[in-house]
Nanobody, 121 residues
Framework: QVQLVESGGGLVQPGGSLRLSCASS????????MGWYRQAPGKQRDLVAG???????NYANSMKGRFTISRDTAKNTVYLQMDSLEPEDTAVYYC???????????????WGQGTQVTVSS
């Protein structure tokens, strides 16, 4: 049973930093890819950053240079370091893992429950 638990959200002032964590109940090396998404009120859920099994990363354009995705395979945890936060970054941040399993192989997405990030003075 795959479970993802996010933590690290909270209230931060503009220009501040937060580090989100996503702890997995199974080895993150088993996932094809993992990613962080966010959803602001009334808006769709969008990709923030992703990391593949091989370690390749990708970012939404507005996050490049401010956010960094990383992982610790020993802790089965993926992180999102967020710097220079802006009020527009306020959203619920979700962790997602993509797992290919079964025969014939199928791709499954697993989501965490989300963690609230509020950027406000």
């Amino acid at each position: 049973q795959v479970q993802l638990v996010e933590s690290g959200g909270g209230l931060v002032q503009p220009g501040g930093s937060l580090r989100l964590s996503c702890a997995s109940s199974v080895s993150i090396s088993s996932f094809n890819a993992m990613g962080w998404y966010r959803q602001a009120p009334g808006k769709q859920r969008d990709l923030v950053a992703g990391i593949t099994r091989g370690g390749s990363t990708n970012y939404a354009n507005s996050m490049k240079g401010r956010f960094t995705i990383s992982r610790d395979t020993a802790k089965n945890t993926v992180y999102l370091q967020m710097d220079s936060l802006e009020p527009e970054d306020t959203a619920v941040y979700y962790c997602k893992a993509n797992l290919i399993q079964g025969w014939p192989p199928r791709a499954y997405d697993y989501w965490g429950q989300g963690t609230q990030v509020t950027v406000s003075s």
